[in-house]
């Protein structure tokens, strides 16, 4: 059964219209997801997000089998109820934290920020690496992944992928889809083990060069998931190398299933990326520089030209600023909290500084992916 309808494409560019069903709820596409990395949206609730009208939440694998571990979610049936969630949740397999977890480690192999020993050795049969909260050893395999998301009770489930960063040579990414194609095909036989009715999607891996990306789609498209991520990019590469990518990689995946662009990103870079046939975004950036006083406004209600801005609310012009910080929002306080009020809060360090800038930015995204899927309707994108 295919859960993915494809409503319409676009008459200008690639960009499409269309819904994708799960056992939480449909969503529209394209859309965005709010990062829970770890069962939560830093300083937002759960209520926060149905009230930002959010249609879909990412958490993090690799943190929530670390804290607050699989036995406390098998014990409660899942993230959904530990969280107070009713919608729909995507879990990345994990692999791309532990894949990252050089650029945490000083030269000694020691994390920075608690001094635990983290390192990980990756091999054909899996990642092993050592907890960042207690050093101890783990081992990521494919088929434990797919465990590991159906405790957590995951409405779309990742396969555990090898993400190289650019630029990479072409020997290290031409293994890297390699192992990612094998253990894609693992990933698919786990689910058939445990029997599992959650959606879950390849990954297609091949850095920047187009003859891997190929290969990796058509081996992929063989296994037949439910639907296909593009890994891999905004990773060090230009963006124009990473458009360069989508418009052969995105076209040479099926139409009929979703297409998700991992870990994307600016504003400029979704709409792009739709244009190219791309449904489906995450990314720590709104929520990320919310917590250091970046704030992204609408100047008008398009997305075309410079219809947005990014300010830094520490800014000492921001302190007699008494304009409110959205007047149209949905939600009550970024009506009337004005931007002097914001800059005060940061510069006293008050928590409720990095909440209003969350809930800005958030809705920011989520806004912008409406306006997206009405001008594809309209066909003006």
């Known amino acids: ?25 449909v969503i529209e596409t394209p859309f965005f997801m709010p990062i829970a990395t770890k069962a939560a949206i830093k300083s937002l609730t759960a209520d926060d997000m149905l009230n930002l009208e959010s249609q879909i939440l990412l958490s993090n694998t690799y943190h929530l089998y670390l804290r607050p571990g699989m036995k406390l979610l098998q014990s409660v049936k899942g993230l959904h109820k530990f969280m107070n969630w009713p919608g729909p949740i995507l879990t990345d397999s994990g692999g791309f934290q532990v894949f990252s977890l050089d650029a945490d480690l000083n030269r000694k ?13 990756i091999t054909d049969k899996g990642v092993e690496f050592r907890s960042y909260l207690d050093g101890s050893k783990h081992m990521f395999t494919p088929e434990k992944v797919i465990k590991i998301q159906s405790i957590i009770g995951s409405d779309i ?56 990306r190929l290969k990796s789609v058509a081996e992929l498209i063989k296994l037949e998931f439910d639907g296909y991520a593009i890994g891999g990019l905004a990773v060090g590469e230009k963006p124009v190398d990473m458009y360069k ?8 995946l099926p139409k009929d299933k979703p297409r998700y ?7 400029d870079n979704i709409i792009e990326a739709v244009k190219r046939g791309v449904d489906m975004f995450d990314c720590v950036i709104p929520t990320r520089e919310a917590r250091h006083g970046r704030l992204y406004i609408y100047n008008n209600d398009s997305i075309k030209g410079k219809f947005y801005k990014p300010i830094n609310i520490l800014n000492a012009k921001f302190s007699n600023d008494f304009k409110v910080i959205n007047k149209d929002s949905k939600i009550k306080e970024l009506r009337e909290y004005t ?18 800038a969350t809930l800005n930015n958030i809705e920011f995204y989520l806004t912008l992916m409406k306006r997206i899927r009405k001008n594809i309707k309209e066909n003006t994108l």
């Open 339 to 356: 931007f002097a009020y914001l800059h005060h809060l940061f510069k006293t360090q008050e928590p409720l500084a990095i909440r209003l």
């Open 1 to 25: 059964m295919n859960n993915f309808k494809l409503i319409k494409e676009s008459k200008k560019t690639k960009a499409r219209l269309g819904s994708l069903k799960t056992k939480h709820g």
């Open 109 to 121: 192999g020691i994390n920075r920020d608690n001094k635990v020993k983290v390192g990980r050795k």
């Open 157 to 212: 489930m990742m396969v555990l992928d090898e993400c190289v960063g650019n630029p990479s040579t072409r020997s290290a990414a031409s293994k890297a889809v390699n192992r990612t194609t094998k253990w894609a095909g693992e990933c698919i036989k786990a689910k058939n083990k445990f029997k599992l009715n959650n959606l879950l999607f390849g990954i297609v891996q091949g850095s920047l060069y187009k003859d891997l």
């Open 245 to 252: 990518v989508l418009d052969y990689t995105a076209s040479a």
């Open 261 to 267: 662009l991992m870990g994307v990103g600016y504003p």
